[in-house]
């Protein structure tokens, strides 16, 4: 069961990158206490196949310029998460610019 909540693993639209990581670890660390470990890179592989549509423009960037090998879990999460921050401004931004018109 819990391989195949791993495998359809599915982000909710309004999760955070902190909220779908924290949900994948739980899972991942009850799939080591069975004995069924995922490497750092499939785990990385899984997470880019996991995210929506307005995160793969970031997801490719870091495929095109990272070692997916040895990108760590935490340089994944620390780079969406700069991602996330960043795109949350600029809708904040956009919103007030164009929301007094």
């Known amino acids: 069961m819990l391989v195949h909540q791993y495998e ?13 990581f924290t949900r994948k670890t739980t899972i991942t660390n009850c799939l ?3 004995e069924r470990i995922y490497t750092n890179a499939e785990i990385v592989r899984k997470n880019f196949r996991s995210l929506l549509k307005t995160r793969k423009a970031k997801v490719m960037v ?3 310029t990272k070692n997916l090998t ?8 620390s780079s969406l998460m700069t991602h996330e ?4 401004k600029q809708r904040r931004i956009w919103h007030s610019m164009y929301s007094s018109c």
Request: cysteine-free.
């Open 32 to 34: 080591d206490a069975i």
């Open 85 to 88: 921050i960043t795109m949350k």
């Open 62 to 64: 870091i495929q095109e």
């Open 70 to 77: 040895k990108l760590s879990l935490e340089e994944l999460i």
């Open 8 to 20: 359809l693993f599915k982000i909710i639209p309004s999760d955070s990158i902190t909220s779908i």
